[in-house]
């Protein structure tokens, strides 16, 4: 009998959701698993990996009402015996992301197919209509999936969501990244200067100004460390006038879209996040992986990841001189620098490989067809 998984997301545009659905989809379907993705829009960079790969993509944008027929062949969920077929079905529908969770719970209450919805984040965007809509279309979720406790908390206060329908899966290091065998000293990157990596969507949930702040308070320290920035978004051309301004245009390199994230974090002394808010970074995970200390916000996920004052550094949000005098320390102390580089290679061989996370999903998955029938 065969067994599928529909992953459902608004678009692949290069986030920490959208990597982990295509490293999922990989996995599960070198498992044995009939794998498709369905995005809303027909966009992304992560769009040729997607290829490259060889998974099953449809948009709605691009293919329309006919990619969700031969997407759903003999269980089309616009046919009239749609809830014949679904009682027998072997599909499960995975929606990730805002959008993505909604269109994946119409396409299971009109196909009979159970759901799984990720949160994937603490935001705090969403207005009460977002919340409201939740609520009205809760029936239609069999299992909601956060990646972090803060997400679980947040399911439970704010959604309403019943514990009983909540299955907490921490994210697993993606499996392109390999974990490190040994750990360097700082400056040990190649520079003769200390490299602080920043990466992320560069918008204002990631606060990348307040990064560039506390980076020229650490230039005070060390005036030629050089700041790595991985990543685009609105707030791009914002953060250039800033270096400019500030005439730091040697201490700042620009890199858009990273592809090898292995080669980026090797290139690094530490790594910088200063989200407003998160689910489970990823990115972190792949900083820790290769024996980069943290300093980071004290946002969502994040200190679920970081220890504080063991594998890094977690300050209160919107302090720049804060993180910045927490950087100065991290690269003062060679000893301390080296202790916690070891300390996130080891946190990650024990808590957060991809093999456990594909495991608790595929786990999940079964259970979901099981109790279908």
């Given at each position: 009998?065969?067994?599928?998984?529909?992953?459902?997301?608004?678009?692949?545009?290069?986030?920490?959701?959208?990597?982990?659905?295509?490293?999922?989809?990989?996995?599960?379907?070198?498992?044995?698993?009939?794998?498709?993705?369905?995005?809303?829009?027909?966009?992304?960079?992560?769009?040729?990996?997607?290829?490259?790969?060889?998974?099953?993509?449809?948009?709605?944008?691009?293919?329309?009402?006919?990619?969700?027929?031969r997407?759903?062949?003999?269980?089309?969920?616009?046919?009239?015996?749609?809830?014949?077929?679904a009682?027998?079905?072997?599909?499960?529908?995975?929606?990730?992301?805002?959008?993505?969770?909604?269109?994946?719970?119409?396409l299971?209450?009109?196909?009979?197919?159970?759901?799984?919805?990720?949160l994937?984040?603490?935001?705090?965007?969403?207005?009460?209509?977002?919340?409201?809509?939740?609520?009205?279309?809760?029936?239609?979720v069999?299992?909601?999936?956060p990646?972090?406790?803060?997400?679980?908390?947040?399911?439970?206060t704010?959604?309403?969501?019943?514990?009983?329908?909540?299955?907490?899966?921490?994210?697993?290091?993606?499996?392109?990244?390999?974990?490190?065998?040994?750990?360097?000293?700082?400056?040990?990157?190649?520079?003769?200067r200390?490299?602080?990596?920043?990466?992320?969507?560069?918008?204002?949930v990631?606060?990348?100004?307040?990064?560039?702040?506390?980076?020229?308070?650490?230039?005070?320290?060390?005036?030629?460390?050089?700041?790595?920035?991985?990543?685009?978004?609105?707030?791009r051309?914002?953060?250039?006038?800033?270096?400019?301004?500030?005439?730091?245009?040697?201490?700042?390199?620009?890199?858009?879209?990273?592809?090898?994230?292995?080669?980026?974090?090797?290139?690094?002394?530490?790594?910088?996040?200063?989200?407003?808010?998160?689910?489970?970074?990823?990115?972190?995970?792949?900083?820790?992986?290769?024996?980069?200390p943290?300093?980071?916000?004290?946002?969502?996920g994040?200190?679920?990841?970081?220890?504080?004052?063991?594998?890094?550094?977690?300050?209160?949000?919107?302090?720049?001189?804060?993180?910045?005098?927490?950087?100065?320390?991290?690269?003062?102390?060679?000893?301390?620098?080296?202790?916690?580089?070891?300390?996130?290679r080891?946190?990650?061989?024990?808590?957060?490989?991809?093999?456990?996370?594909?495991?608790?999903?595929?786990?999940?998955?079964?259970?979901?067809?099981?109790?279908?029938?």
């Amino acid at each position: 009998m065969d067994r599928e998984i529909v992953y459902v997301i608004n678009d692949l545009v290069g986030g920490g959701a959208e990597a982990s659905l295509l490293d999922l989809a990989r996995e599960m379907t070198r498992r044995g698993w009939n794998v498709s993705v369905l995005m809303i829009l027909h966009r992304g960079v992560l769009l040729e990996r997607a290829r490259e790969w060889g998974v099953n993509l449809i948009s709605l944008e691009k293919d329309g009402i006919s990619g969700l027929r031969r997407l759903f062949a003999s269980k089309n969920p616009l046919s009239e015996t749609a809830g014949k077929s679904a009682e027998k079905t072997t599909r499960v529908i995975h929606g990730f992301l805002y959008w993505g969770n909604l269109l994946a719970r119409i396409l299971g209450l009109v196909s009979g197919s159970p759901v799984a919805n990720s949160l994937r984040s603490t935001d705090l965007w969403r207005k009460s209509w977002h919340i409201l809509l939740d609520r009205a279309t809760l029936g239609c979720v069999d299992m909601y999936v956060p990646n972090s406790e803060a997400g679980r908390g947040r399911l439970l206060t704010v959604e309403k969501v019943p514990a009983c329908k909540i299955r907490l899966i921490k994210n697993g290091l993606r499996s392109s990244m390999e974990i490190c065998g040994a750990v360097n000293s700082p400056l040990a990157s190649g520079e003769k200067r200390p490299v602080i990596g920043f990466a992320g969507r560069l918008a204002d949930v990631k606060n990348p100004m307040l990064a560039l702040s506390a980076f020229c308070i650490f230039l005070q320290r060390f005036p030629r460390a050089l700041l790595r920035v991985a990543g685009d978004g609105p707030l791009r051309n914002e953060m250039m006038q800033a270096v400019e301004r500030w005439g730091i245009e040697g201490n700042v390199q620009f890199q858009g879209h990273v592809q090898d994230m292995t080669a980026f974090m090797d290139s690094l002394d530490f790594f910088l996040l200063t989200s407003r808010w998160e689910g489970f970074p990823n990115v972190l995970l792949e900083a820790m992986a290769r024996g980069k200390p943290i300093v980071t916000t004290d946002c969502g996920g994040a200190s679920e990841i970081v220890i504080n004052g063991v594998t890094g550094r977690i300050v209160s949000k919107d302090d720049s001189e804060l993180l910045a005098r927490e950087m100065i320390t991290l690269m003062a102390e060679a000893h301390e620098y080296e202790r916690m580089a070891e300390n996130c290679r080891q946190r990650i061989l024990k808590f957060f490989t991809f093999k456990t996370m594909a495991d608790f999903y595929e786990n999940l998955y079964n259970e979901l067809v099981e109790a279908s029938h």
